[in-house]
Every structure is written in structure tokens, then in C-alpha cells.
């Protein structure tokens, strides 16, 4: 089974879990709706904050490839005039 089908079944695994845990839910619908939606807003912002985290990250590995790119462009300049004379 690939990954795609096994995410899949996850998913679908969670959305019968999370219909049973609503029937048998002792709390109201209103209180229920209010949890979930405190939840949402959560995984939102913990989201978001991934999203950040992983853009910065990604934007200084970028610039640590362009400094070791330059470095290394400097360095087989001078490689090659030492070759030429």
C-alpha cells in the first residue's frame, strides 16, 4: 500500500472517529462548537508559526549556499590564474 492510500485511510479513520466522539460527546452543541473552534484557531496559529519557522530556516540555508557558491567561484578564479601564469 502506497502513502497516498495509507494517508487516506487515516483520514478517513479520523472523520468516522471524530463522528463517534460527537455522538457519545457529553458536552453541549454549543460548548462542542466552541472547543473546536479554540482548537482550529490553535492548529491555525501553530501552523502558521511552522510556516515561519521553516521559511526563515530556508531563507538563511539559501544564503549560506550563495556565500559558499561565491567562495567557491573565487576560489577557481584564482585556481585558474594560477594555471595560466
Given at each position: 500500500?502506497?502513502?497516498t492510500?495509507?494517508?487516506?485511510?487515516?483520514?478517513?479513520?479520523?472523520?468516522?472517529?471524530?463522528g463517534?466522539?460527537?455522538?457519545?460527546?457529553?458536552?453541549?452543541?454549543?460548548?462542542?462548537?466552541?472547543?473546536?473552534?479554540?482548537?482550529?484557531?490553535?492548529?491555525?496559529?501553530?501552523?502558521?508559526?511552522m510556516?515561519?519557522?521553516?521559511?526563515?530556516?530556508?531563507?538563511?540555508?539559501?544564503?549560506?549556499?550563495?556565500?559558499?557558491?561565491?567562495?567557491?567561484?573565487?576560489?577557481?578564479?584564482?585556481?585558474?590564474?594560477?594555471?595560466?601564469?
Amino acid at each position: 500500500m502506497d502513502n497516498t492510500a495509507k494517508f487516506a485511510w487515516f483520514v478517513a479513520g479520523a472523520a468516522v472517529g471524530a463522528g463517534i466522539v460527537f455522538l457519545y460527546a457529553p458536552k453541549s452543541g454549543r460548548d462542542t462548537r466552541r472547543y473546536l473552534g479554540k482548537k482550529a484557531r490553535q492548529s491555525a496559529e501553530a501552523v502558521s508559526d511552522m510556516s515561519r519557522d521553516i521559511a526563515e530556516k530556508g531563507r538563511d540555508l539559501y544564503e549560506m549556499g550563495r556565500k559558499v557558491a561565491d567562495e567557491a567561484a573565487d576560489l577557481l578564479e584564482r585556481g585558474r590564474k594560477l594555471v595560466e601564469g
